[in-house]
Structures are given as structure tokens and as C-alpha cells.
């Protein structure tokens, strides 16, 4: 067999693999393979032959995008941008190694995360810190670095244009400070990342999606995360991309949803302040009965170990971004003794606990 028709089988096995989705107006999500199916999804905007990334998953995920603009019939060339909502691994995590196979592409990213997109030591060597290097290349592949000449900050207000259609960048803190939503001018549609929750698809009712909050380490902040939302929720679009998992409507109710939620996290964060050791198993326990009545009253009737396969390892990576928040909290009261060592705990050592690695 000759390399060609080789490179044509790996490319056509990568595009089985991405599950493209078609969602409309020229958005494409395709499927990271991050995790397992249907968790962390990639997003393509593409107009008039022209492109953008939004996200990219780890460097794991390279083939697959590459192999859906391949079947989008869109040159590495033609890709415009590649934008970053924030820089955990599981969003930004191939984004250097993505770069290198689109020469005209610059990155995105909020001005907090650009310095770990140009050099992300600091981000490999905490992410190796949790997993220890061999399983760490496993889960995300090489971390490549990103020319700065190639990477453009965009904060609040600041804009992209894609063969005339223009992305809009929202400040959006409270999953993490380096957070951004983007506003497609053509929809009106938000790619919100993680800050309007997560919702998988196995736990749609009758079409209806069910979605709750991320609060994984380690800058989470339900007040912030509030105002988010509350920003979100008055431009009223018709739908939200979600990287865990895409298109979403009836974004009026998963908005309230949210933050009843949200509300209801940092109620049982704070009742497990004085907890000691025990806080953060107290935590995990009762965002595990908070999230499966959740679902129970959205109507879910799958059972409970089931709905624990797939929520269980962000319940646990929540526990830990409330345990973040109440040491954040105190460490910035005004008696606060700053002299004093924290106490270590015990952390998550699940695969998006890289989240932790960026501050």
C-alpha cells in the first residue's frame, strides 16, 4: 500500500472517529475523544470557505480536527483563528501542536492564559506533578509551545472576523479567571466553554438537556460565576455551545437551573467549612444526592450507578474546586495568617484534574 493511500486511511479512520455534527449556520462540532464519547467537543465555525477553531481539545485530538476540515473541504490554510475559551487542558491542551498544521491560524486567549499558551512549563510541570509524566503524555500529548508573534489577547470587548463574520469576546470569570465566551454576530449564539455548566447527552429527557455547573480547581467563584450568567442570560440566544457537549437551547431555563445550582454549591461548601479532614468528603457526598435528585427531577430514569459513570468524576473534581474556594476565601480575610502552612489534602486525581495546574 503507497503512504498516500496510508494517509488517506488514517484520515478517513480520524473522521469516522470525530463523529462531525452539523449544527447549523455553518458550526460543526467534532468529538475531541477526550475521556469517551459525547464528553469534550470541539467546535468549527466555518464561512465561506474560511475557518475558525473554538477549542481543541489535548493534542490527541489534532487527526480529528484535521481530518474534519479535510471532509468540511477546508484548507489547514484557510483556518483563520484558533480560539481558546481558557486554557485547561481538556480546552486548550492541543492547542500548540494544533497550530503547527495551520500556518495562517493565530490563537485566541484570554490575557491571563496567554503566558502558559507561550510557554506552558509551569502548566506541563504541574499537570506531570498530579499524573507523573508517562500517564500525563497518555491523557494529553505533547504540550507545544505557541510563537508569541502568533498569539492575539483578546479580553472584554475585543473582536475577530471570519470572511466578514465577526466573534465577540466576553469576560466571563467564575469557572476560571482566564475565561471567555464568544458571541457569533451571525447567530447570536454564546460558545461559553464551561461557564454555562456542563450537560451530556446521555442525560437528555425527550430532547430536553440537563445541565450543572463546573466548579473544578482552582479559581472557581460562585459570585462571579453568577454575574457571568446573569451576562449571558440577558443577551438572550437562541442557543450556547458547551465543550461538554455542544449545542444547547431552552437557554433561558438552563441559565436558572444553573444558578439555583450554583446557589446550592457554595450552601454546602460553606456548612463544611469547619469540617476539618472530613470537609471534602462531606462535599463530594452532598454534591453527589444534590446532582442525582437534580436529575431525577429533570426526569432521568437511568439508574443511579449509571448516572454516576458519567457525572461521577466531575462531582469529584467539583468537591475539589469548593475545598479551593473556601481556602481562597479565608486566605483573603483581613485576620487571615498568612504565615501559616495549609493543611494538604487529598485531591482528585481524576483526568481533568488539570484543571489545577493553571492559576
Known amino acids: ?124 510541570q504541574a499537570t506531570c506533578a498530579v499524573y507523573g509524566r508517562e500517564a500525563a503524555e497518555a491523557l494529553y500529548g505533547e504540550i507545544v509551545p505557541i510563537d508569541p508573534q502568533r498569539v492575539l489577547e483578546t479580553g472584554d470587548g475585543a473582536s475577530v472576523t471570519v470572511a466578514g463574520r465577526t466573534l465577540e469576546f466576553l469576560d466571563t470569570p467564575g469557572h476560571a479567571r482566564h475565561h471567555v465566551t464568544i458571541r457569533d454576530s451571525a447567530t447570536g449564539h454564546l460558545f461559553a466553554g464551561d461557564t454555562f455548566g456542563v450537560s451530556y447527552r446521555e442525560l437528555d429527557v425527550a430532547g430536553r438537556p440537563f445541565v450543572f455547573p463546573s466548579s473544578t480547581p482552582v479559581q472557581f467563584d460562585p459570585d462571579a460565576l453568577q454575574r457571568s450568567l446573569a451576562r449571558l442570560l440577558a443577551l438572550a440566544p437562541e442557543a450556547v455551545y458547551l465543550t461538554h457537549y455542544s449545542k444547547r437551547g431552552d437557554v433561558a431555563r438552563l441559565g436558572a437551573d444553573q444558578q439555583a445550582l450554583i446557589e446550592r454549591y457554595a450552601q454546602i461548601a460553606l456548612s463544611h467549612a469547619d469540617a476539618g479532614d472530613a470537609r471534602r468528603s462531606g462535599i463530594a457526598a452532598e454534591l453527589r444526592a444534590l446532582l442525582l435528585g437534580a436529575a431525577r427531577a429533570h426526569g432521568v430514569t437511568l439508574d443511579d450507578a449509571r448516572i454516576l459513570a458519567l457525572i461521577g468524576a466531575d462531582i469529584e473534581l467539583n468537591a475539589d474546586g469548593l475545598v479551593d474556594w473556601l481556602d481562597a476565601r479565608e486566605r483573603s480575610k483581613p485576620d487571615a495568617h498568612a504565615s501559616e502552612p495549609q493543611r494538604p489534602r487529598a485531591r482528585s486525581t481524576t483526568p481533568a484534574n488539570a484543571h489545577g495546574a493553571t492559576r
Not at 481530518?67 to 468540511?72: G, N, P
Not at 487542558?89 to 496567554?114: Q, S, W, Y
Request: hydrophobic share 45%; with cysteine; glycine share 10%.
Open 1 to 124: 500500500m503507497t503512504n498516500a493511500a496510508t494517509s488517506r486511511q488514517q484520515m478517513d479512520a480520524a473522521r469516522r472517529a470525530a463523529r462531525i455534527e452539523h449544527c447549523g449556520h455553518g458550526v460543526f462540532a467534532v468529538d475531541s475523544g477526550y475521556v469517551r464519547p459525547g464528553f469534550d467537543a470541539i467546535h468549527l465555525i466555518v464561512e465561506a470557505g474560511r475557518a475558525a477553531i473554538v477549542d481543541t481539545g489535548t493534542s490527541h485530538s489534532v487527526p480529528r480536527v484535521l481530518a474534519a476540515l479535510d471532509a468540511l473541504g477546508v484548507a489547514p490554510g484557510c483556518v483563520d483563528f484558533v480560539v481558546l475559551t481558557h486554557v485547561h487542558l481538556d480546552h486548550a491542551g492541543g492547542a500548540g501542536a494544533l497550530m503547527r498544521a495551520l500556518p495562517e491560524a493565530r490563537l485566541t486567549v484570554h490575557p491571563r492564559g496567554a503566558r502558559h499558551m507561550i510557554d506552558p512549563t509551569r502548566l506541563w
